[in-house]
């Protein structure tokens, strides 16, 4: 696939798998520990739209069977690639979360405030623990929230695209992440 010459390859798609697979491995083991403990699958909870691609690659790689019930947020601006709120606008009163073990999947973390209110908001449901794993963790010094897992860090405020992630909702399926160089 042809892309655009302002982009800058920054995770293969074979370092992105091969990180998916090492996550897999890790949260396999909660996993499998809750079903024994409780006797029920975990609830997996993916962030859509930028987390499906890390969502659909991840939950195939945990060995034990999973609930999963989506969530779509938009906490960006299409049209500008910025932030549209500082709130995540979390609206989970649907979700059934009392007495399970819970984990979210997203494709980045920035300052975490999503991964923090949904946290928050899962305990006030009667969630008996909520974990969450990103593909991406940016690291800017004003982190509000670490998610248990992360693929890779980044420090920078460079846009990401592609595995998920959209250029002004285009690229999201490029099969590798880029950056986006604002110059070119």
């Known amino acids: 696939m042809d892309v655009p010459s302002n982009f800058t390859l920054h995770y293969s798609a074979q ?29 997996v909870i993916p962030l859509l739209r930028g987390g499906l691609f890390f969502f659909a690659d991840l939950v195939r790689e945990i060995r034990t069977s999973v609930e999963i019930a989506p969530l779509k947020l ?9 932030k549209a709120s500082t709130s995540s606008g979390l609206n989970i009163e649907d979700f059934q979360f009392k007495g399970r073990h819970v984990l979210v999947l ?36 004003n982190e509000l929230f670490s998610p248990n897992w992360v693929g890779f860090e980044y420090t920078g405020k460079e846009w990401f695209v592609g595995y998920g992630m959209d250029d002004r909702d285009q690229w999201r399926n490029l099969p590798a992440i880029y950056l986006i160089n604002q110059g070119k």
């Open 106 to 141: 997203d494709d980045i973390c920035d300052s975490g405030q999503t991964l923090h209110d949904l946290t928050e908001s899962s305990k006030d449901f009667g969630a008996n623990e909520l974990r969450t794993a990103v593909l991406i963790w940016r690291r800017l010094g």
């Open 15 to 43: 370092a992105i798998s091969s990180r998916v697979k090492e996550l897999g491995v890790e949260i396999s083991k909660w996993a499998e520990h809750v079903l024994l403990e409780t006797g029920k699958d975990l609830l």
């Open 74 to 82: 938009s906490t960006y601006n299409p049209a500008t690639n910025t």
